[in-house]
């Protein structure tokens, strides 16, 4: 089980950071910059950080069986974001930036803010 759990992670550095890190850096690095890749892999480093940062706090209230399972799960996400077969980022930012998501997530914020401020 240990293997299979460093195996992953060493899975996660290489295609999460790595090979992500070395395609931005040729974007940025190249005399002209294209706008696409530049959006492409700045949205992937934001959609990364909310992740990691974020998201994968609340796995910690999760039983520890599944770690294996979550781990096998980021992976495959990170490779969704940036394969350039899947477009993930781009799929997922034409998700967040749809008006009645943002509309949902504008009535959610201001329920909650309403209870805070009721409770003042």
């Known amino acids: 089980m240990g293997f299979v759990i460093f195996f992953l992670g060493l899975v996660e550095v290489v295609a999460g950071y790595i090979l992500p890190a070395f395609a931005s850096l ?22 990364l950080v909310v992740i990691q ?26 490779i969704y974001l940036w394969l350039p077969l899947t477009n993930g980022c781009e799929a997922l930012l034409k998700r967040i930036n749809n008006p009645s998501a943002q509309n949902a997530f504008q009535s959610f914020a201001e329920k909650i803010f309403n209870k805070i401020e009721a409770q003042f």
Do not use: A, H
Not at 26 to 47: A, C, H, L, P, R
Not at 62 to 71: A, E, G, I, K, Y
């Open 26 to 47: 040729s974007v940025i690095s190249g005399g002209k910059i294209n706008q696409d890749e530049f959006k492409k892999w700045s949205t992937y480093w934001i959609f």
């Open 53 to 78: 940062k974020f998201i994968m706090p609340l796995f910690c209230f999760l039983p520890v069986f599944l770690s294996p399972v979550l781990l096998f799960l980021r992976v495959l996400l990170v």
